[in-house]
């Protein structure tokens, strides 16, 4: 983020594949070394759509040993028909562990996979 343009790559690579828990530490070092809070930098050098993701992806759940079957069940409800925000903040705000069982369980009631039903909301667009 420091200096002329924004490595947009580099930030998909780090909240994308990164941990909850490696989140808190970049994120620590990041105000560490630059004396800024990361989720401002990211925010003022983006915007739109995509600010919206990146920010939502920085804040996503912890992983916890406590599993909210009845978070997971009312997430895996969701139907083709919902809103963009809804379905972004599902897959966006989830640990890993919670998607693959949203994942399963919304395949069941939807005859379809979550990700075939983000690629015609994308279509949608």
């Keep these: 983020l420091q ?3 924004t490595d947009e790559e ?7 594949s990164r ?3 490696e989140l808190v530490e970049i994120k620590r ?3 560490e070394l630059f004396k800024k809070e990361l989720e401002k930098d990211v925010a003022g050098d983006t915007s739109g759509d995509f600010r919206s993701l990146l920010l939502a992806l920085a ?3 912890e992983p916890s040993n406590i599993v909210d079957y009845e978070k997971i069940d ?16 599902i897959v966006v705000s989830r640990c890993e562990v919670d998607l693959m069982k949203i994942r399963t369980e919304f395949k069941k009631l939807n005859q379809k996979s979550l990700y075939q039903t983000i690629a015609v ?3 949608s667009l």
């Design 121 to 123: 909301i994308s279509l």
């Design 74 to 89: 009312q997430d895996a409800r969701v139907r083709q028909n919902a809103k963009e925000k809804v379905v972004t903040r």
């Design 3 to 5: 200096g002329l343009g």
């Design 19 to 21: 941990s909850a828990d």
């Design 59 to 61: 804040k996503r759940d």
């Design 10 to 16: 580099t930030l998909i690579e780090m909240v994308c």
């Design 29 to 31: 070092v990041y105000k």
